[in-house]
């Protein structure tokens, strides 16, 4: 029987459990089948693959091998731009948007905070973050590699931080998403955008040292949750310069 060869580079070799930076795999081609099935079969989950080489030229997913074929495979390569179009991502994303699996959930109140479209519900399963994926072109955060090989997810990436604040870099540097962030646009609780609200029509809803110290408000019109720029968006303006972020700005950033 012929066989195959399939070489992962870089990061791909995350998910076949090797250290090394190149990894080559041959094996029997048992049936015709697409290169993103005998990838996926492999490990690596579709969204983290950059390129596909073959026969001398880049191939989509779709390609089909032939016994005797050798193809690399290479990973995206960050920093990633979704708003740029390749082989593999013939449609490009109009704007950074995520769509946050329940496992690493707390890490959407973290892009919220900077900004960010993210969203997530505790309830949603993987046929549901697919689908608002698909639908609404969100890039897919998860620690589910099931999930990332769904085939109508196109972005995506398997997190491979714990810690929330370590994803939220993670996801910062995958994308080169440099800032400035708008922060504080975004409702932390529905990801709903804020509107700014006048001080005198909220004035009933705040406490004593709020109503006195601070006079720009905003208001997420889903929820009504209010916000301002109290000593807590010092503190993520902080931490954001400790990474090297830079956290103020006035531009919104997606
Ligand atoms: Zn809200």
């Not at 041959?26 to 969204?47: C, N, Q, W, Y």
Request: aromatic content about 8%.
């Amino acid at each position: 029987m012929q066989h195959i060869e399939l070489t992962f580079l870089g990061e791909l070799n995350d998910f076949l459990g090797s250290d090394k930076s190149e990894t080559t795999h041959r094996f029997p081609l048992r049936r015709r089948t697409s290169v993103k099935d005998l990838i996926e079969a492999m490990g690596p989950p579709h969204p983290e693959v950059g390129g596909i080489e073959a026969r001398g030229e880049s191939q989509d997913f779709s390609f089909q091998p032939e016994p005797g074929e050798r193809i690399r495979v290479t990973p995206l390569c960050p920093p990633v731009d979704v708003r740029t179009g390749d082989r593999l991502h013939p449609e490009p994303l109009s704007r950074v948007r995520f769509v946050v699996d329940v496992n690493v959930g707390r890490l959407a109140r973290k892009l919220r905070l900077l900004g960010f479209d993210a969203a997530y519900h505790h309830s949603w399963d993987d046929e549901a973050i697919a689908e608002l994926a698909a639908e609404e072109g969100r890039i897919v955060l998860s620690k589910d590699i099931a999930l990332l090989k769904r085939r109508i997810i196109v972005w995506g990436r398997y997190l491979r931080a714990e810690d929330p604040a370590q994803q939220l870099l993670e996801v910062l540097s995958v994308f080169g998403l440099r800032g400035p962030y708008p922060t504080l646009t975004r409702c932390l609780d529905c990801n709903a955008e804020l509107e700014a609200v006048d001080k005198e029509a909220i004035l009933h809803l705040l406490e004593p040292k709020t109503k006195k110290y601070y006079h720009s408000f905003s208001r997420c019109p889903s929820c009504g949750k209010i916000y301002w720029a109290g000593s807590h968006q010092e503190r993520i303006m902080q931490w954001l310069r400790a990474y090297g972020l830079n956290g103020a700005g006035p531009e919104r950033g997606n």
